[in-house]
């Protein structure tokens, strides 16, 4: 195989990984952290670091890199990871404007969905990655890591009632 054809390969295996994944993996200068994002012209666009969106990660700063790892829809494991070029979109530039069309498509459940792209220019970040270099070698090890801080609480107990309510609806039926 030529080394013409191998990029296109590797080119191909990116976008159809990143395309199909809900979640990505992106770290810069700090640990990686899970993002939802949208594949849009060659390109995984992120947005977050604002109120009710997702955090990105740390250093992910324009004009830096960041390394993408993509995991399978299906099992979960990785597929490939590659090494992005890191740019952050200009609120209401042409870009900007076709990313953010893309990804208020994907983004559920907002609160504000009328005024979001607005909130989004106002306070948060859009990010976008190209793709530069592939990695076909995955590490061996598992890569785990103790979670990351977060501001989300586990579910309080059961109330004590419930299982009566639950058996109740059972023998209903």
């Given amino acids: 195989m030529t080394d013409a054809a191998a990029a296109l390969l590797e080119k191909a295996l990116v976008e159809e ?3 199909k994944s809900g979640l990505i993996w992106v770290r810069a ?3 990686a952290r899970a993002v939802w994002h949208v594949w849009h ?8 670091d604002g109120p009710g969106e997702q955090p990105l990660p740390e250093g992910l700063t ?3 890199r960041a390394e993408v790892t993509v995991r399978s829809k299906d099992k979960g494991g990785r597929l490939v990871a590659w090494t992005a070029a890191v740019r952050v979109l200009a609120p ?3 870009e900007w404007e076709a990313a953010v069309a893309e990804l208020k498509g994907k983004r559920l459940n907002a609160p504000d969905a009328e005024v979001m792209t607005e909130r989004w220019a ?5 990010v976008r990655l190209t793709p530069e270099a592939v990695s076909t070698q995955l590490p061996d090890t598992s890569l785990a890591a103790a979670p990351l801080p977060t501001g989300a ?5 059961v109330p004590a009632g419930l299982p009566r309510l639950l058996l109740k609806r059972r023998r209903g039926r």
């Fill in 17 to 19: 990984a990143t395309k």
């Fill in 41 to 48: 012209e060659g390109a995984a666009h992120l947005v977050g």
């Fill in 62 to 64: 324009d004009g830096g």
């Fill in 122 to 126: 106002r306070e948060c970040a859009v």
């Fill in 29 to 31: 200068a700090g640990p």
């Fill in 153 to 157: 609480t586990t579910r309080q107990p």
């Fill in 92 to 94: 209401h530039s042409e």
